[in-house]
């Protein structure tokens, strides 16, 4: 790969992934964050869907305050602020419980990242180039898998991917085969480190991206116990297409994320109580 193009990859990781180009051992100092784990921003472990729905809605609120307060027109500060919350309800919105109901996620690049009826969920995040999916298990986050159109980084491969990875989070090890049963054949990157564990996997050419995958290991010890039940093989779409390009006018799943994000919208619907 070309020296510019390796630069401009390097770039595109740093928006994507929130950190500069220079390079990192990847691992933490004494009581410091290692690189992997300042990736995940202010968002830690453990959390409630509700806490990681409010400082994402914070975030995103955040990025429109400077187009808001330049804007003298009181049409185009109404249009920002709709867009605003239309980015904050698009996320509310996707919450999704693994209840045994057949989804979309059941096929395609996700299968395999949950289960079925054991208190299992998810939030979605879309930006321009990217999706951010944060699942949860007895509603605790435990991990975050962020897929993003390889486009973004002018058609560099996964070897050069996973090179500007290692950069910046240190030495990885280099996987292939077959992770979860069912799906297709892949290659793919393992850090472990004592408060996270991260997997940067190559789902170029059945799915058209890369993704980053960040664990709890706490969590990841403990999934034999958790997950009481076996995995379904639910019915499922067509994977990546209904995925991303499924939408509905009808909020089949109101009650639900009213009920994570305290934000009631309907009468109906029960309190909640913020979880700490």
Same mark, same amino acid.
């Given at each position: ?6 630069? =401009? ?8 992934? +929130? ?10 100092? @004494? ?5 992997? %784990?300042?990736?995940?921003? *202010? ?17 995103? %609120? ?10 003298? !027109?009181?049409?185009? %500060? ?8 239309? /980015? ?8 999704? %419980?693994? !209840? ?5 996620? *059941?096929? +395609?690049?996700?299968?395999? /990242? ?5 208190? /299992? ?25 962020? @897929? ?13 991917? +996973? ?36 997997? =940067? ?40 297409? *209904? ?10 799943? @109101? *009650? ?21």
């Amino acid at each position: 790969m070309r020296r510019s193009s390796y630069r =401009a990859l390097l770039v595109a990781l740093g928006l994507l992934f +929130g950190f500069g180009m220079e390079a990192d051992t990847g691992m933490a100092r @004494a009581g410091s964050a290692s690189a992997l %784990e300042q990736s995940m921003g *202010d968002i830690q472990w453990g959390w409630s869907p509700k806490q990681v729905y409010r400082q994402l809605k914070k975030e995103i %609120e955040a990025s429109y305050q400077e187009p808001i307060s330049k804007t003298t !027109d009181a049409i185009e %500060e109404d249009r920002i602020r709709h867009k605003m919350a239309e /980015e904050t309800r698009e996320i509310r919105d996707s919450y999704l %419980e693994f !209840d045994g109901t057949p989804s979309a996620y *059941d096929s +395609g690049y996700l299968k395999g /990242e949950f289960t079925h009826k054991n208190g /299992e969920s998810l939030l979605r995040v879309r930006t321009e180039n990217t999706q951010d999916f944060f699942f949860f298990i007895n509603d605790r986050l435990w991990k975050r898998y962020r @897929a993003f159109d390889a486009s973004v980084f002018e058609g560099a491969s996964f070897a050069d991917f +996973g090179s500007a990875l290692q950069k910046r989070y240190g030495k990885a090890k280099t996987k292939s085969g077959v992770r979860t049963p069912g799906t297709p054949s892949t290659q793919w990157l393992e850090w472990k480190q004592p408060r996270v564990l991260a997997r =940067a996997v190559d789902n170029n050419e059945f799915y058209g991206f890369y993704c980053l995958i960040l664990e709890d290991p706490k969590t990841v010890a403990q999934l034999g116990k958790l997950r009481k039940n076996k995995a379904d093989e639910a019915e499922a779409g067509g994977g990546l297409v *209904d995925m991303v390009e499924e939408q509905s006018d009808e909020d089949q799943n @109101a *009650d639900i994320a009213d009920r994570i994000t305290g934000e009631i919208r309907r009468h109906d619907s029960p309190d909640v109580v913020d979880q700490k």
